[in-house]
């Protein structure tokens, strides 16, 4: 009789984290594993918009900050 309460706990656990990671996928897993989609409607959307105009507080567009300037002399 215990052996049968732990298989069905067992199955339950095994059931609910399924559940779970089917619920997720299209959700979270997918977005990051194939971003060309969000991408591509990102562009479309954003495609008359120019980002100094809504910048607020005439801050400058973001730039990496880790970029090197290159030397002059080159």
């Not at 984290?17 to 997918?30: D, K, R």
């Not at 120019?50 to 910048?55: K, V």
């Amino acid at each position: 009789m215990a052996y049968y309460r732990r298989w069905r706990y067992a199955a339950f656990l095994g059931g609910f984290v399924g559940l779970l990671g089917l619920t997720l996928y299209p959700i979270a897993i997918s977005p990051m594993i194939d971003p060309s989609e969000y991408k591509k409607i990102q562009k479309e959307t954003r495609k008359n918009i120019r980002q100094e105009d809504i910048q607020p507080g005439n801050m400058k567009v973001w730039s990496d900050p880790f970029d090197r300037k290159k030397p002059q002399n080159e």
